[in-house]
């Protein structure tokens, strides 16, 4: 009885310091949201780096990624990607992009917080190509002639470029339309020189960037974070937030000097925003037959900080929702969870197929956020393939471990066998049915 006493004791004074640092806790799970997508971009910045490739120049990547490809969260098998860590520190730089007539292009340019600041490419900019002056936020020079300013507003950039392809077998023309993107500084290309090369070995492989900012203690965490502030500024919509924010020590440039109770308080506060995160990704709201569509304010947030935060942990990277759509689901017709141990059907009736000007796919991801690994290699199904259709015009996609009759071989999206899964569709450049939800993907229908 006594050791009981004793032990309610210590939790009730517990409870007392926690109640008395209400402020730390609430704050500190703002603060973590606010700053996540930025700690995760460098640190995806860093692991791209050491494995992929050196920052400010082209990563043209030639084939489209596999199950071992940990990078980013949830890559897609449609487009080659051609992406490029920029450090404006070291420009301004010139971005030049050759005609392309022939697939769909998109080159998203990305501030260090995940809003896109400036996206070039088909539809926005058309197939005649271009070339551009990326510069940072405290550039003044002159913007030469022949050259369009593009201004970041952070010091850190991030093009995530994609290319259509649309099989293996279209690689050599994706390729050449790679070819055609050319990223230098304005120093080269004002003297006619080639973007400059160095001597890259890749390190060894890392840990994705979410697991190791898991790994992260809090402390470290915020220590980072407020060092990255200073080469990325917050917007000045940011400012109500970053005033409350001072208030337990978290400001641009000041690492925080948390007393023990405070850390632990700041701690349990990050815990909760995961939770809560955590919790919605898995059950969100408003779903349209199962399925979740992602704001139309996707890639340009605003001080929508928990959606940015929740893309960044599962998307990081997307577009903006005129250049690319993600409806996604995990469940079935029934609300149950996905799981490869039984087959579902997508049906699209004749009228009701993806409002896309470009293209459309599903893609299959595990739990983990990336590709399943299945022995056919094959991770998504779309309007490439040689589909087969109804006699009605409607559509069967059929999404199973085993494979379905030979006829229906195209129409097949593979899932591993006992495992949970999560269905990926992609609309890009969707037509204003997709984006003001007048139209929606079907329910996964249970097949046995």
């Known amino acids: 009885m006594r050791w009981l006493l004793g032990l309610l004791l210590v939790l009730s004074l517990v409870a007392a310091a926690l109640f008395a640092k209400a402020e730390h806790i609430v704050l500190g799970g703002q603060a973590y949201l606010f700053g996540y997508p930025l700690v995760i971009m460098d640190l995806t910045r860093a692991n791209a780096a050491a494995v992929i490739g050196p920052e400010n120049q082209l990563r043209r990547v030639r084939e489209f990624p596999s199950a071992r490809f940990k990078e980013v969260v949830r890559p897609n098998v449609d487009t080659l990607y051609t992406s490029a860590f920029i450090d404006m520190d070291r420009g301004p730089w010139v971005f030049e992009m050759a005609a392309n007539t022939h697939r769909y292009e998109l080159m998203p340019f990305m501030d260090a917080w995940t809003n896109v600041f400036a996206t070039l490419g088909t539809r926005s900019t058309g197939t005649a190509g271009g070339r551009y002056l990326l510069a940072g ?6 913007v030469p002639q022949g050259l369009v300013l593009l201004r970041s507003p952070t010091q850190m950039v991030w093009l995530i470029g994609r290319t259509q392809a649309n099989s293996t077998a279209d690689y050599p023309l994706v390729h050449r339309l790679q070819d055609g993107l050319r990223l230098r500084s304005l120093a080269e290309w004002s003297a006619g020189q080639p973007p400059a090369t160095v001597a890259w070995q890749p390190a060894a492989k890392r840990p994705p960037p979410g697991e190791q ?20 500024p917050p917007s000045a919509a940011d400012a109500p937030l970053l005033s409350k924010l001072a208030r337990i020590g978290v400001a641009p440039g000041q690492g925080p000097a948390w007393s023990p109770l405070e850390r632990w308080a700041v701690s349990l506060g ?22 979740s569509t992602p704001p139309a304010h996707l890639g340009a947030y605003g001080t929508d900080y928990n959606t940015r935060a929740a893309v960044a942990m ?16 995990a469940v079935d017709a029934g609300g149950q969870a996905l799981n ?9 009736a004749a009228q009701d197929l993806p409002p896309v000007r470009a293209f459309w796919s599903v893609t299959a991801y595990g739990q983990d956020n990336f590709l399943m690994d299945h022995p056919s290699g094959r991770h998504a199904v779309g309007d490439r393939d040689a589909l087969r259709y109804n006699a009605d015009g409607s559509l069967d996609l059929w999404v199973q471990a085993q494979a379905p009759e030979a006829a229906y071989l195209a129409n097949w999206l593979p899932v591993q066998a006992g495992q949970p ?17 007048r139209w929606g993907m079907p329910a996964v229908e249970r097949v046995d």
Request: glycine share 6%.
């Open 137 to 142: 936020p405290g550039w003044q020079g002159q």
């Open 213 to 232: 900012l898991q790994a992260m203690s809090t402390e470290t965490f915020f220590e980072k974070l407020t060092m990255l502030m200073l080469r990325n």
């Open 270 to 291: 990050r815990w909760i925003a995961e939770f809560r995160v955590a919790r919605e990704l898995r059950q969100p709201r408003e779903l349209q037959r199962g399925w």
């Open 314 to 329: 599962v998307g990081l990277g997307a577009n903006l929702p005129a250049d690319a759509m993600y409806p996604q689901t």
């Open 340 to 348: 490869g141990s039984k087959r579902y059907r997508l049906h699209f």
């Open 421 to 437: 899964f999560i269905l990926n569709a992609r609309l890009y450049w969707p037509k204003s049915a997709a984006l003001d939800m």
